[in-house]
């Protein structure tokens, strides 16, 4: 079992950057895919970026690739998100989760987050 806490929302204004943290607790965080999704109100919780248990593979959702950077330090059971040239329509609730498997679907999930927001103002 795997609990995850997301910090680094904050408002930043379009064209910044925002870094965001999952810690993890659980001496077996290296064995979890981490994912982020976000929600934005009104709208279905959605994949953003992954990173496979080493870190060797990452993988992003089209509207974010080459804007955002996601990666891990397994020694410190940290997995962050680098938001750059962030846009008003990424402002959502961000969230980690985890699981055993690579998976791009909420509902794979198998661990949470409680979220953290980022409003992007233009």
């Known amino acids: 079992q795997v609990q995850l806490v997301e910090s680094g929302g904050g408002l930043v204004q379009a064209g910044g950057s925002l870094r965001l943290s999952c810690a993890a607790s659980g001496r077996t965080f290296s064995v979890y895919v981490i994912d982020w999704f976000r929600q934005a109100p009104g709208k279905e919780r959605e994949f953003v970026a992954g990173?496979?248990?080493?870190?060797?593979?990452?993988y992003y959702a089209d509207s974010v690739k080459g804007r955002f950077t996601i990666s891990r330090d397994n020694a410190k059971n940290m997995v962050y998100l680098q938001m750059n040239s962030l846009k008003p329509e990424d402002t959502a609730v961000y969230y980690c989760?985890?699981?055993?498997?690579?998976?791009?679907?909420?509902?794979?999930?198998?661990?949470w987050g409680k979220g953290t927001l980022v409003t992007v103002s233009s």
């Open positions: 990173i496979s248990r080493t870190g060797g593979y990452t």
């Open positions: 989760a985890a699981d055993l498997t690579i998976a791009t679907s909420a509902g794979a999930m198998d661990y």
